[in-house]
């Protein structure tokens, strides 16, 4: 309640809705926004380690991307005409059908007793919730590469099979064997395995820029167990300057590493229990991002409160199949 003086008496007039239920500070947009999407790239780390394309602003929900066929070069006959390449190029379609939100309902008691401590804590909590949706997303995409030439049931290159078996996936240690579901033969890396890989996307005239490990937190461990792996030829810059930044954590062999919790987890027919890690380059997997975090906030009376949402929608899909391995390791 607002009190006038007037004269010879006081008057008692309602408050704005405004000032009721919102402080200075706690509830604007703008700032919630900058905050969140803060947030968001903080907590990324797939995106950074694949194709972006850029459909911010812009209508449909299909991307169709060429996929040029590579030829190769012939040698130019004397008095001849050019020999012509006459290749049938391919298309992928992406679907841009990804729609995620994250909303609180924050009572009208909350935001005139709490601090504004607790924007940054929901804009920071919001931002990381949608984070691990995109990186779950292009976690769970990955099941399709297949560039240790491994196909399963059905599987091809064009067309990789996504059943949740992970039958076009080899095991760490030796980076060629096919990871069985049924008998569960994940197993952690190891230097030949590590080697093997890197020549499995060799073979396959994929390129060495750009290539980098994801790794589940437990891989880490392993690693770091061995000595090899954590001379300073191998983790790269020393002191403050290797610090863990977005999950990278080293290099090896010349490829980045990069730690995720959010690597898939699954277990074999037999019920034991593993994480999915990757080799890929940029090319394999692509992150289509339509409408970046954002957010709004909407009073609504009949519970005296705000509505806070942060929403945003992409697509994902593969790029490349040869271009990634997946390994399989215990969880």
């Not at 061995?226 to 983790?235: G, H, S």
Request: include cysteine; aromatic fraction near 8%; charge should be negative.
């Amino acid at each position: 309640m607002a009190t006038a003086f007037g004269t010879n008496h006081v008057t008692t007039v309602e408050a704005s809705a405004a000032s009721r239920t919102r402080s200075n500070s706690a509830f604007i947009g703008e700032l919630w926004a900058d905050e969140i999407l803060a947030a968001y790239k903080a907590n990324l780390v797939m995106p950074q380690l694949v194709v972006n394309m850029n459909h911010t602003g812009k209508k449909g929900d299909t991307i169709h991307v060429p996929r040029p066929v590579r030829g190769s070069a012939s040698a130019k006959a004397a008095e001849n005409v050019v020999t012509l390449i006459a290749n049938q190029e391919l298309q992928s379609n992406y679907l841009i059908d990804q729609h995620y939100e994250y909303s609180r309902l924050i009572e009208d008691i909350v935001t005139v007793q709490a601090e504004d401590s607790i924007r940054a804590f929901y804009t920071d909590d919001a931002g990381y919730a949608l984070a691990k949706q995109v990186d779950d997303a292009l976690h769970a995409q990955a099941e399709g590469l297949n560039g240790a030439g491994i196909y399963g049931a059905g599987a091809t290159v064009e067309n990789p099979a996504y059943d949740g078996t992970y039958d076009s996936a080899v095991i760490g240690s030796d980076g060629a064997t096919a990871y069985n579901d049924t008998t569960g033969n994940g197993a952690a890396l190891a230097d030949a395995g590590i080697r093997a890989m890197i020549q499995a996307l060799d073979d396959s005239d994929v390129p060495t820029m750009g290539r980098c490990f994801v790794i589940p937190p437990v891989e880490k461990n392993n690693l770091l167990g061995i000595n090899r792996f954590t001379e300073q030829a191998y983790t790269g810059e020393v002191d403050r300057g290797n610090s863990i930044r977005n999950g990278f954590v080293g290099d090896l062999y010349g490829n980045e590493v990069y730690v995720s919790s959010n690597c898939a987890s699954l277990v074999s027919v037999d019920t034991k229990s593993y994480r999915a890690g990757l080799y890929l380059s940029k090319e394999a997997l692509v992150h289509i991002e339509q409408l970046k975090p954002r957010a709004q906030t909407q009073y609504k009376q009949e519970w005296l409160a705000d509505l806070f949402t942060a929403d945003m929608i992409f697509g994902k899909g593969i790029l490349r199949p040869e271009a990634g391995i997946v390994f399989i390791v215990p969880a």
